[in-house]
């Protein structure tokens, strides 16, 4: 079956960068667009990042352009993301989802997530 | 940016009886060229990631409940559970998808009257 993994959260000061790994199994993986979502403590959810099978085309929310960087190896079958000048109001836990072949459209399924925070 | 916005956020339904969740984009998702709405709805029960229940405003994903059904076009929408169970009790969201950023109504909680 399909199945999403992430790992590399943890707690980080601001300023400092994490790196956040999602492992896919049970699915071509070089075929579908793959996300980075993100819900912070008690709240909503936020879309950050998606790209492509090939790896690109690259999207991201404004939030993070500039600090986040999305990106994948599809010989490993592994998404990662890359985040720099971490901010407080990044504190969240991340998900890893697999969008759709064509473009990124809807999100399913999506991994346990790993949570991410931001503290001094 | 498309705002999505949900109503209500809560809601308490006894159980067998209807529950429906509202969702109005700040712009159209109707995209004219193959007329469809460029809307999913999901499901987050606590300590759960979100699971997908349906897509093109009104797709069922394979293997939810046929109780779930989503209608609307444009700008309204609307999630419906026909007949409540309590495995239902759960946060949905709705989502646009036409534009980036996709974007999230805020949630709505429905739990058990």
């Known amino acids: 079956q399909v199945q999403l993994v992430e790992s590399g959260g943890g707690l980080v000061k601001p300023g400092g960068s994490l790196r956040l790994s999602c492992a896919a199994s049970?699915?071509?993986?070089?075929?579908?667009?793959m996300s980075w979502l993100r819900q912070a403590p008690g709240k909503g959810l936020e879309w950050v990042s998606y790209?492509?099978?090939?790896?690109?085309?690259?999207n991201y929310v404004d939030s993070v352009k500039g600090r986040f960087t999305i990106s994948r190896d599809n010989a490993k079958n592994s998404l990662y993301l890359q985040m720099n000048s971490l901010r407080p109001e990044d504190t969240a836990v991340y998900y890893c989802?697999?969008?759709?072949?064509?473009?990124?459209?809807?999100?399913?399924?999506w991994g346990q997530g790993t949570l991410v925070t931001v503290s001094s | 940016d498309f705002v999505v916005t949900q109503s209500p956020d809560s809601l308490a339904v006894s159980l067998g009886e209807r529950a429906t969740i509202n969702c109005k984009s700040s712009?159209?998702?109707?995209?004219?060229?193959?007329?469809?709405?460029?809307l999913a709805w999901y499901q987050q029960k606590p300590g759960q990631p979100p699971k997908l229940l349906l897509y093109?405003?009104?797709t069922r994903e394979s293997g939810v409940p046929d109780r779930f059904s989503g209608s609307g076009s444009g700008t309204d929408f609307t999630l419906t559970i026909s007949s409540l169970q309590a495995e239902d009790v759960a946060v949905y969201y709705c989502?646009?998808?036409?534009?980036?950023?996709?974007?999230f109504g805020q949630g709505t909680k429905l739990e058990i009257k």
């Open positions: 049970g699915f071509t993986f070089s075929d579908y667009y």
């Open positions: 712009q159209s998702v109707l995209y004219n060229s193959n007329n469809k709405n460029y």
């Open positions: 093109w405003a009104s």
């Open positions: 989802a697999r969008a759709n072949k064509e473009r990124a459209g809807w999100f399913d399924p």
């Open positions: 790209l492509s099978g090939s790896g690109t085309p690259i």
């Open positions: 989502q646009q998808y036409y534009s980036t950023p996709y974007t």
